[in-house]
C-alpha cells in the first residue's frame, strides 16, 4: 500500500542541524511532487517546502528559506529535509505528504506520513 | 493577503448539517482542500475543490464562492469530531497556506 514514513527527529541546540527523511513505497515516487510540513505542539498545520516530482522546482516558506533544503532521491525513494540554524520555534512535528495528481505541483496532499518531533532546545 | 481564515471551533448536533468555512484572498484564484486530523495522528484528505477522495463518506462535501470555500458536513457523526484545516496556494502560486483550522464537536 501507499505509505510514507518519516525518520531524523531528534532535539538539538538551537544553531545546529538536522536532516529528516521521508522513505516512500507503493507508488511511483519519481511521478509525484512532494511536501514537508509541521505542526508545533498545540498549534495549527503551517506548510515547509515543496519539490516539484523532476526535482527541478523547490519552494520555501519564508521563515525557513536559506535555512533548509528540500530534496529528493529517487534511488532511494526518499525524500528529505535538510535543516541548519535551527531556532526554538521550528520545534514541531514534521510530516512528509505527497501531492495527489502525477506530474504536477498542487495543494493537495493525499498521503501523508505520520510525522517525525524536532525539539529546538538548548 | 497571504492568509486563509478559519472560525477556530464550531459545534453540530448529532446528525444535523455543519458547515465550515474559509477566507482568503487567494481562494478567488485558486482551488482549496479540506483536511481532517483526529489527535495524535496524521491529516486526512476529505476533499480537494469539491472532489473526494475514494474512501471518503459523501456526507462531505465542498463548495466555493469568491472568497469563500466551504466544507460541509450532512449528518454529522461522532466519528466526525476532529479539528479541519483548510489549505490553498498564495497569491503567488509557489507556496501553500493553511487556514488556523476549526475544531469541531460533535454534541
Known amino acids: 500500500q501507499v505509505q510514507l514514513v518519516e525518520s531524523g527527529g531528534g532535539v538539538v541546540q538551537p544553531g545546529r542541524s538536522l536532516k529528516l527523511s521521508c522513505a516512500a513505497s507503493g507508488f511511483t515516487f519519481n511521478s509525484f511532487a512532494m511536501h514537508w510540513v509541521r505542526q508545533a505542539p498545540g498549534k495549527g498545520l503551517e506548510w515547509v517546502a515543496l519539490i516539484s516530482f523532476d526535482g527541478s522546482i523547490r519552494y520555501y516558506v519564508d521563515s525557513v528559506k536559506g535555512r533548509f533544503t528540500i530534496s529528493r532521491d529517487t534511488s532511494r525513494n526518499t525524500l528529505d529535509l535538510q535543516m541548519n540554524s535551527l531556532r526554538p520555534e521550528d520545534t514541531a512535528m514534521y510530516f512528509c505528504a505527497k501531492d495527489l495528481f502525477r506530474e504536477t505541483t498542487s495543494n493537495y496532499m493525499d498521503v501523508w506520513g505520520k510525522g517525525t518531533t524536532v525539539t529546538v532546545s538548548s | ?107
Open chain 2, 1 to 107: 493577503s497571504s492568509e486563509l481564515t478559519q472560525d477556530p471551533a464550531v459545534s453540530v448536533a448529532l446528525g444535523q448539517t455543519v458547515r465550515i468555512t474559509c477566507q482568503g484572498d487567494s481562494l478567488r484564484s485558486y482551488y482549496a482542500s479540506w483536511y481532517q486530523q483526529k489527535p495524535g495522528q496524521a491529516p486526512v484528505l476529505v476533499i480537494y475543490d469539491k472532489n473526494r477522495p475514494s474512501g471518503i463518506p459523501d456526507r462531505f462535501s465542498g463548495s466555493s464562492s469568491g472568497s469563500t470555500t466551504s466544507l460541509t458536513i450532512t449528518g454529522a457523526q461522532a466519528e466526525d469530531e476532529a479539528d479541519y484545516y483548510c489549505n490553498s496556494r498564495d497569491s503567488s502560486g509557489h507556496h501553500v497556506l493553511f487556514g488556523g483550522g476549526t475544531k469541531l464537536t460533535v454534541l
